[in-house]
């Protein structure tokens, strides 16, 4: 059982970035997936996550109107996509499997995270 995540790098302030979060060893189609993410001295947070259909999606209030979350269960990824981005999402961020189907916001409700991937925002 694996989650991997990727696309994080280095950007400018205003730019974009797009995460992917690939699984292996089990499915996400029946499960909610969600990002989190973890700054330096702090605790990790939610970011974004969505149903296992797709058809419904949470956002931190954070990342609302920037960050976008999908998935395409046919090929076991879910993405985010980030735009607008600034200093303050400097985070190592981290894709986890739900143990339900809905969406939710706490880390002890995820059973499988990935390793995280770092993503750095320059002012």
């Known amino acids: 059982v694996q989650l991997q995540a990727s696309g994080g790098g280095l950007v400018q302030a205003g730019g974009s970035l797009r995460l992917s979060c690939a699984a292996s060893?089990?499915?996400?189609?029946?499960?909610?997936v969600g990002w989190f993410r973890q700054a330096p001295g702090k605790e990790r947070e939610f970011v974004a996550g969505i149903t296992w259909s797709g058809g419904s999606t949470d956002y931190a209030d954070s990342v609302k109107g920037r960050f976008t979350i999908s998935r395409v269960n046919a090929k076991n990824t879910v993405y985010l996509q980030m735009n607008s981005l600034k200093p303050e999402d400097t985070a190592v961020y981290y894709c986890?499997?739900?143990?339900?189907?809905?969406?939710?916001?706490?880390?002890?409700?995820?059973?499988?995270w990935g390793q995280g991937t770092l993503v750095t925002v320059s002012s």
């Open positions: 986890a499997r739900a143990f339900g189907t809905m969406v939710r916001t706490t880390r002890d409700e995820y059973a499988y």
């Open positions: 060893g089990l499915t996400f189609s029946n499960a909610a």
